[in-house]
Structures are given as C-alpha cells and as structure tokens.
C-alpha cells in the first residue's frame, strides 16, 4: 500500500463510470473502469437517437441496466453527462435538446444516485490531452500539438460550441457562450446575409450561421439574393450535392460557411488569447475538404495589424466520433472530486 506522511493510504477501488455525450440530434454513451494512472478506455460506445427517448433518463436507464447486469464490472459508480447549455439550479437551458432536462429528475428516473452535468464543450476541451495523434489534422502551416497557453476549443454542430482549455488551471476548462455572441460580417456576401437575417431576429448570433441548422440557413439565404428556390433541405443533400458540382449555390455556401467560420476562430483566438485551436463538431468532419481548401485558414488570419500574431497559433481539426465521451469521463478522473467538493456542477 502507498504510504504518504506516515500513514498508509487504502489503494482507491476501480469503479465503472458511464460517459455520456448529448446534443440536439443523438446522445453517444460508453463506459470506463477509471483507474488513476492509467489511460481511459472507453467500451460500449453506442448512440441514441434522442427523437427516438422520451428523457436522457430514459437512454442512461437503458444503458446502465447492461452494465448492472454483467456481473464481473466492478460496481458502477454513476455517470458524468456532457450536454449543451447551461445548467441554471436544477433546470438545464438549452433550445436545441429534444427534451427538458432536470438534474435531480434525471437522477432519480435514471437509477443512477451519482449524476453530474457538464457543459458539451468543457468535456470536449477536457479530452484534448487525451486525444490519439492520428485524429488531429492540421489546418495551418504552424505544427506544435498542444503548444503552451490556453487553446480554444469550438465547433459547429447542431449548436457552436466553444471552449477554452487553460494550463495548470482549477478548473482546467473556462465554459463559455461563445457561440450566442453576435455575428459579425467581413465582405458584401455576410453584410447581405446579415441584412436579411436582421429583418427577421432581433439578435443574429453566430450560431445563427455556424452550425448544421446553420448552414442550411446560409444556403437558404444565397438562394433568396440570387432570386432561387432552394433544392436542398438537409446538410447532407447539400453537401451531396456540393460534392457532386450539381449545384453551383450548394458549393458557394460551404465555401462560404468555411470562411465564415475561420472569421470567427480568429476573432475568438484573439478574444482569449489561445494559442492553439481546435475544430470539432460533428459538422467539421462532412465540410472536411472544404476546410482544408485555404478559405478557412485565409479568414482566419485576416484580422490587420494582429494577423502575423494568429500566424504563430495551430489550428488543428480534430476527427474523433468518441470525444464527448472521452471528455466526460476525463472530466470525471481529473475534476470530478474537486467539483463535488466545491459544489461545481456545471
């Protein structure tokens, strides 16, 4: 047994620990039997069509009674759910989740005594150092995987998501709303689009356009200023259909999307002084080619006098199916004894 100080320490029991990973469209869950020092593995990754449940109880109820029934896991000890929004006492906000979401009504529907709620993004930051080499590709000229200083985190997804990791930081993970900040236009295609969005919300944040919603929006709106009707009702059509040249508009709208989004990176970058970035999101993997193109990294360095400074920062796209998951339980292995002890849920 280790001793520390004179006393002899008990070793800490392994536990098996659910990581959920929930958005809009689909709930991803997998589990781990934690171990400090070792590297987390995740097992059973499966997905959930939340249209499909009536509450995230429902699919952790579901999910932990496989767990609970397999005799040779060590005990479960609960799970840790990213989610997006924030939570406000015991009640969730979100506009994109299929339903409402109560901590202690989730808890109780679940079976599940220990259940924590963290932001999406605070777990997605959370498995950065985590994350296999192979599932980074970069975006810019600048190499240094995890180049010292903070790194924003973002991507689009059904919402914008945004992040920033910190060093040597309790907590490690600064959350924040980013994606609800006000969008900003940098040509006469975004002043144009802005203008219409502008005659129909109050506010047009950037998760008004850089997101998958989004970008059906965007392609909506190039219709509507070249005087078309739109062919294409979902992301993947439109992508289908930019992939296959069989729409000159479906191209000009990802293209535009990409750009859009490197606007935005950098003035994030800036905001918080990042020194790396990374680009997740389930959207970032279909737009892949596009990203990579130039437009991306063209817009993100077009911030004046400071662009040279943005020159040093790695933008990094992160392909990883699992990274919610992985977040959530790196959350839970790293922070999640601090965050019971202080009382931070979320």
Request: aromatic share 6%.
């Amino acid at each position: 047994m280790p001793v520390e100080q004179g006393r002899v320490s008990e070793p800490v029991p392994a536990t098996t620990i659910i990581g959920a990973d929930v958005g809009g469209t689909y709930a991803r869950l997998g589990w781990a039997i934690l171990r400090p020092g070792e590297p987390i593995k995740i097992n059973d990754f499966r997905r959930y069509a939340c249209a499909e449940h009536p509450s995230l109880a429902a699919i952790l109820h579901d999910y932990a009674a496989g767990l609970r029934a397999n005799p040779v896991l060590p005990p479960l000890g609960g799970a840790v759910v990213a989610i997006a929004g924030l939570l406000d006492g015991d009640r969730l906000l979100n506009t994109n989740l299929a339903w409402p979401v109560s901590l202690a009504a989730t808890r109780r529907e679940s079976g599940l005594g220990e259940l924590e709620l963290i932001n999406d993004f605070v777990a997605v930051a959370q498995a950065i150092p985590h994350v296999a080499r192979t599932a980074l590709h970069p975006l810019s000229a600048t190499p240094g995987h995890h180049a010292a200083g903070p790194a924003l985190v973002l991507g689009p997804g059904t919402g914008l998501g945004v992040a920033l990791r910190l060093e040597n930081s309790q907590p490690p993970v600064l959350a924040s709303e980013g994606g609800h900040a006000a969008l900003s236009a940098g040509n006469a295609l975004e002043l144009d689009v802005l203008r219409m969005l502008l005659q129909r919300h109050g506010h047009v944040d950037s998760e008004r356009i850089l997101s998958g919603p989004g970008l059906m929006t965007l392609y909506a709106c190039l219709c509507e200023r070249e005087g078309v009707a739109p062919r294409w009702q979902t992301p993947a059509e439109l992508v289908q259909a930019a992939r296959s040249a069989d729409d000159p508009l479906a191209l000009a709208s990802i293209r535009a999307f990409c750009g859009w989004l490197g606007s935005v990176t950098g003035d994030l970058a800036l905001t918080f002084g990042a020194r790396s970035v990374y680009l997740t999101g389930g959207i970032t993997g279909h737009l892949a080619q596009w990203l990579h193109e130039g437009g991306f990294q063209q817009r993100f360095l077009a911030k004046g006098a400071l662009s040279s400074a943005l020159q040093r920062v790695p933008v990094w796209r992160i392909d990883d199916g699992e990274l919610g998951v992985l977040g959530a339980l790196a959350w839970h292995a790293e922070t999640g004894r601090h965050a019971a002890t202080t009382g931070d849920r979320h």
